[in-house]
């Protein structure tokens, strides 16, 4: 699950899809999977439309209970810091 959020008028999803398509990172498999990268990313790769820096992730309280439900660790790349309380006690 990624969690970004949208941005001039993009939403999540498609900014997201932007960076599998262009960043040098995923290349590696844009090469193995060609016009099918797609096809493998789906189902094993959700993006949640959120923000780091808003109460409960800027999510729904059932979102955020059915995310926390399928998580084992948490990789957190936005420079903000995000409320590891919120994670820690809704973990529980
Ligand atoms: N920049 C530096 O000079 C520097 C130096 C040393 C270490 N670092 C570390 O490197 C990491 C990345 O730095 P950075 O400057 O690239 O950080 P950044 O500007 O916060 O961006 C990193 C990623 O996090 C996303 N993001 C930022 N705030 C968010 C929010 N509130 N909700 C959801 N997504 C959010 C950004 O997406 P958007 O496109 O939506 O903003 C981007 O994809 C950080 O951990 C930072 O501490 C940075």
Redesign the pocket.
């Known amino acids: 699950m990624i969690?970004?959020?949208g941005?001039r008028g993009q939403n999540a999803a498609s900014r997201v899809q932007k960076v599998f398509q262009r960043s040098p990172c995923f290349r590696p498999l844009r090469d193995k999977y060609g016009n099918r990268l797609g096809e493998f990313l789906e189902g094993r790769v959700e993006v949640i439309d959120?923000?780091?820096?808003k109460p409960l992730f800027g999510i729904s309280e059932p979102l955020l209970d059915l995310v926390l439900e399928q998580l084992d660790a948490v990789v957190h790349?936005?420079?903000?810091p995000i409320s590891t309380v919120t994670l820690v006690t809704r973990c529980r």
């Open positions: 969690l970004a959020r941005k959120g923000d780091a820096r790349v936005a420079g903000s």
